[in-house]
């Protein structure tokens, strides 16, 4: 009998630690998904500024050829006046 209670014990012990490996299984799994959410999170974030910032890169070169533009025919404008006098 005692034999039996030792056996007992040691199979509930077993299943006390299968638990608890379970248990520390299941949260690990939930920190590494957590994780992942968090950088894909991130990888969109950075993805979207990127291409905000291209936008923005395409709106500065805009600006800038047109204030060129605007620029190069006040000095012909210039010019003209100039040549005129």
Known sequence: QREEKALHERQEEKA????EKASYKTENEEN????EKALHERQEEKAVQSKEKAS???EDEKNMQREE???HERQEEKAVQSKEK
């Not at 590494?32 to 994780?35: F, M, P, T």
């Open 56 to 58: 923005h890169k395409r």
């Open 69 to 71: 533009k605007a620029l």
């Open 16 to 19: 006390v630690q299968s638990k």
């Open 32 to 35: 590494v998904q957590r994780e």
